[in-house]
C-alpha cells in the first residue's frame, strides 16, 4: 500500500554534489522513519542515514558531515543532499519507509543509481 518513488542518482565526479528525492504515497502511518541505504556490488546493504517522524537523525559513520538527511512530514517526501563524493560511496541508493503500525514494516523504492568518477 505504500509506494516510493526516488530520484537524483546519476554520475558525478569526486567531490561533487547530488540530491536524492523520494516520496511516499498510499496508507501512510503518522509514526514512522524514513532513511536512505545503499549497497555496492560485493557489499552488504547499510544504512546510509534515516530520519525519524519526530526529527531524530541516525548517519552511517562513514558519511557523516558529508551527507545530511531531511523530511516534509506534510508532503511525506525525504531527501538526502550528498556533498564531497568519494567514489567509495557508488552504490544503488534506496530509499526506505519503515511503518511501525505493527512492530516495524519496511517498503522500498527501486533504487537510483549513484556513480562517483576519481
Known amino acids: 500500500q505504500v509506494q516510493l518513488v526516488e530520484s537524483g542518482g546519476g554520475l558525478v565526479q569526486a567531490g561533487g554534489s547530488l540530491r536524492l528525492s523520494c516520496v511516499a504515497s498510499g496508507s501512510i502511518f503518522s509514526i514512522n522513519v524514513m532513511g536512505w541505504y545503499r549497497q555496492a556490488p560485493g557489499k552488504q546493504r547499510e544504512l546510509v542515514a534515516q530520519?525519524?517522524?519526530?526529527?531524530?537523525?541516525n548517519y552511517a559513520n562513514s558519511v557523516k558531515g558529508r551527507f545530511t538527511i531531511s523530511r516534509d512530514n506534510v508532503k511525506n517526501t525525504v531527501a538526502l543532499q550528498m556533498n564531497s563524493l568519494k567514489p567509495e560511496d557508488t552504490a544503488v541508493y534506496y530509499c526506505n519507509f519503515r511503518d511501525f503500525r505493527w512492530g516495524f514494516s519496511d517498503y522500498w523504492g527501486q533504487g537510483t543509481q549513484v556513480t562517483v568518477s576519481s
Open positions: 530520519l525519524t517522524s519526530g526529527g531524530s537523525t
